[in-house]
């Protein structure tokens, strides 16, 4: 299957301090990438849905100058947390969408765990 | 509201039994996918069915889908300890995730 990666994997920052977490697509085109963030023993939170070319839809509750994101390119989204704070620690996911003849399928990056001093 | 929900949320059972779990969702899909997610680690695909298909093997694994309940189910044969993870399902156009299902598969 397609591969999508992120990086970092793993980040520890300071409180106030912004980091930015990357998901590439490595052999596909994404056209719709998908931010998600789990807590422990937590399902998956869509945070944000990202389009290519335009600004990322947000679900509700979550804060869209707080978490930004910017998909620049067919294979590239990143996922900026501004002024992080501890409650920001989480487990970030990525994933992206491979739109086939038939079907549209997710394939989802490693994840990277975040932790706010 | 999740577009997947899982049941059970959770299901612990013996090494070699066969474990099941059912997905249910609430919009028209073209596709329906398995997902597996070890503890503190990413997801893993499994597999996809299509909206046209009723029945997908893939290995230890079978999965229906009925599309005029709008539900689906995993069935996992002759489980192994190595298959203790969380299952979630998605639709495609909507990726929101319902709690999964725990399984615990004992040795």
């Known amino acids: 299957g397609a591969v999508v990666s992120q990086h970092p994997s793993r980040v520890i920052c300071k409180s106030g301090t912004s980091v930015k977490i990357e998901c590439r697509s490595l052999?596909?085109?994404?056209?719709?990438m998908f931010w998600y963030r789990q807590f422990p023993k937590q399902s998956l939170m869509l945070m944000a849905t990202s389009n290519e070319g335009s600004k990322a839809t947000y679900e509700q509750g979550v804060e869209k100058d707080k978490f930004l994101i910017n998909h620049a390119s067919l294979t590239l989204s990143t996922l900026t947390v501004t002024s992080a704070h501890p409650e920001d620690s989480s487990f970030y996911i990525c994933?992206?969408?491979?739109?086939?003849?038939?079907?549209?399928?997710?394939?989802f990056g490693p994840g990277t765990r975040l932790t706010v001093l | 509201s999740q577009q997947g929900e899982e049941d059970p949320q959770a299901l612990s059972i013996q090494e070699g039994e066969n474990a099941t779990m059912n997905c249910s969702y609430k919009?028209?899909?073209?596709?329906l996918q398995w997902y597996r997610q070890n503890s503190g680690r990413g997801l893993v695909h499994l597999i996809l069915?299509?909206?046209?298909?009723r029945e997908k093997h893939s290995g230890r694994l079978r999965v229906t889908l009925d599309t005029s309940k709008k539900s689906s189910s995993l069935l996992i044969t002759a489980s192994r300890a190595a298959d203790t993870a969380s299952y979630f399902c998605a639709t495609d156009g909507d990726m929101r995730f319902g709690a999964g299902t725990r399984l615990t598969v004992k040795p």
């Open positions: 994933s992206a969408s491979q739109t086939g003849v038939f079907y549209n399928e997710q394939f």
């Open positions: 052999d596909f085109q994404a056209t719709t």
């Open positions: 069915i299509r909206s046209n298909e």
């Open positions: 919009t028209s899909i073209n596709n």
